[in-house]
């Protein structure tokens, strides 16, 4: 508290202000607490530190689809490498990452600065609060599920004979896309969420995540394999492959875990809105039992 | 009308209770709630805030119900918790700005009002750093800045001064009685320092093991059990004094070259003035005690409430 006491004078003769004009209450709280969200996800407005691994995943997201098109651009013209189908399957390892990177940033620093308080004192609902966080996750992780594929899509474009007819013969495909990383950013914020939210330390929620990733998937390999084919729908990678697949209507290959089980998709789409429902409903549970 | 009215307000934390059907009502203005450690007043604010939902009992804030209408409750009132509750990462004004939409400012609104109300609070060039390095007394400046940054018609603070040195806690509180007075908002103030309410409060609630000791204008606290002190040069002309105030009924107690006069209303300085210029006394003190507000509290175990 260094200020002279004559400068504090001086700007305190401003006088104090009354608002008397609109407040605009819940929709705009919400909007805000989104906005906020999604900019914290990626550090901005904050340390070059906080940057640091959601641009580096995103980055890592794209190599795939950059290597693609530098394949593309040397090799003969109708080399398929990477189908719209099959990239969120290639990247999956990386959504995984992102969501446990982004998701403890986003809800973690409420619970571990105790800004929950303050939040919870103002014109909101919890499930404001809770609705708000889940949709600023999946909206950032959209830079990990669309960002790729609309890279792809431009690249292919410029890369065809007329851009013109390659926009007009794949257009079809553009809302699949959006459609399926939608679902694979919902899917992933939700899980990621229904983690992170418990606690404030970055550490256990990223721990968590991952470990509930690749732990849901070794054993429903393993149950697959020895108790019976349906048990692969434990498998996030599987679920989410099966609505892919569904929204581009097409069929598993045979040598792929879907097609060798041989179960149908619509069993592992209904076990992937089970997983989303289950997950934002723990999400929303918490905000409304967390003390503030 | 009240701005706060609660009406046997119970509040359990399993076998604890916080609050045992509490019943009070407080005025616009500044309003101290005082009472020990563990007295109910955090717990009480955050029922009024509508964070905690109290066992039993209802209540209003600014004539809203607070089970009801917490919503429009929140829209006009504003909080600084006891708690660190910034995030450290941000600077101040991105962090006030954030807030003030939160509470419905549009964004131009909130883009002004943060700049106003942090110079407000005396924080200046600083206000773009991270709250990281600030020191105790700017983080309770921001604490302050952004549950005001919405104009609400009402503060809750939460022990504003706490992790002050005498210098902040100075300034803390003159900003607080700067917000009661001149900005016209109305403000509950909790406090385990019964010196900090004396000097920014009008008025006072006591509350202790969650029930409402006593409550009203700060001055009538000092009236009811207030000792006024006057000395003189001599102890005879203190005798001599006693004798007249006496004689013109008041109670006192001699006490060396002091006399101490039970003061039941105002008349009593007219009285001793009249005596001591009758008397012809070279009058060397006259004060009200400074023990009579902490008095309140000998019943209920004066150690309990530290003494500023």
């Known amino acids: 508290m260094s200020q002279s006491p004559e400068r504090t004078g001086a700007i305190y003769d401003l006088g104090y202000r009354v608002y008397d004009g609109p407040r605009l209450g819940r929709r705009q709280a919400i909007e805000s607490l989104f906005v906020q969200g999604v900019r914290s996800a990626f550090g901005l407005g904050r340390r070059p530190a906080a940057k640091v691994a959601p641009f580096v995943l995103a980055a890592l997201a794209l190599v795939p689809a950059v290597v693609y098109l530098g394949i593309a651009a040397i090799a003969p013209a109708d080399l398929n490498l990477i189908a719209t189908y099959d990239y969120l399957g290639v990247i999956f390892v990386i959504l995984i990452l992102f969501v446990a990177a982004v998701g403890p940033e986003i809800v973690g620093r409420d619970l571990r600065y105790r800004t929950l308080s303050l939040y919870f004192t103002r014109p909101i609902a919890r499930d404001d609060y809770a609705i708000a966080r889940l949709a600023a996750l999946a909206a950032a992780t959209l830079a990990v599920t669309l960002a790729p594929q609309a890279v792809l899509v431009i690249g292919n474009a410029l890369a065809a004979n007329s851009a013109w007819d390659y926009v007009r013969d794949e257009w079809l495909e553009l809302p699949r896309i959006i459609a399926s990383g939608a679902v694979a950013a919902a899917y992933a914020s939700a899980l990621g969420l229904s983690i992170s939210s418990y606690t404030s330390r970055r550490s256990f929620a990223m721990g968590g995540i991952v470990a509930l990733f690749f732990m849901s998937t070794a054993v429903a390999n393993i149950l697959a394999e020895v108790a019976g084919g349906w048990w692969i729908l434990l498998d996030p990678g599987e679920q989410l492959r099966a609505v892919t697949l569904i929204i581009f209507n097409r069929d598993p290959s045979a040598d792929e875990a879907l097609g060798r089980y041989d179960v149908p998709l619509a069993a592992g789409a209904l076990a992937l809105l089970a997983v989303v429902a289950v997950a934002t409903a723990i999400v929303i549970r918490r905000y409304r039992k967390v003390g503030a | ?308």
Do not use: W
């Open chain 2, 1 to 308: 009308m009240p701005i706060i009215e609660t009406n046997d307000l119970t509040m359990r934390f399993g076998p604890v209770t916080a609050l045992d059907a509490l019943a009070l009502q407080v005025e616009p203005g500044v309003t101290g709630l005082v009472g020990a450690n563990g007295a109910g007043k955090s717990t009480l604010i955050k029922i009024l805030l509508g964070i905690l939902t109290p066992t039993t009992g209802a209540g209003r804030v600014l004539g809203l119900d607070i089970h009801a209408q917490g919503l429009q409750i929140r829209e006009s009132v504003g909080y600084m918790p006891e708690h660190d509750c910034l995030p450290l990462d941000m600077n101040a004004t991105e962090f006030v700005a954030h807030m003030g939409r939160i509470s419905g400012l549009p964004k131009s609104v909130a883009r002004e009002r943060t700049a106003e109300t942090l110079r407000h609070v005396g924080l200046f060039e600083e206000r773009y750093r991270e709250m990281r390095g600030y020191s105790t007394g700017m983080k309770q400046r921001v604490k302050l800045a952004q549950a005001l940054v919405h104009d609400p018609r009402l503060l809750f603070l939460d022990e504003p001064t706490n992790g002050l040195d005498p210098a902040g806690r100075d300034e803390m509180l003159a900003l607080i009685r700067r917000i009661g007075r001149e900005f016209g908002i109305s403000i509950l103030m909790s406090s385990h320092l019964l010196g900090e309410i004396e000097r920014v409060c009008d008025s006072l609630v006591v509350i202790d093991a969650g029930t409402l000791v006593r409550s009203g204008p700060v001055a009538n606290f000092t009236a009811h059990t207030g000792i006024l002190l006057v000395e003189v040069e001599l102890a005879e002309e203190a005798a001599r004094l006693a004798g007249a105030l006496t004689a013109a009924g008041l109670e006192t107690r001699l006490d060396g070259r002091r006399v101490h006069v039970q003061q039941r209303d105002d008349r009593a300085f007219d009285i001793v003035r009249d005596a001591v210029a009758e008397l012809d006394l070279p009058l060397v003190r006259l004060e009200q005690s400074r023990q009579a507000l902490e008095d309140i509290f000998r019943p209920e175990g004066i150690e309990r409430v530290a003494v500023a």
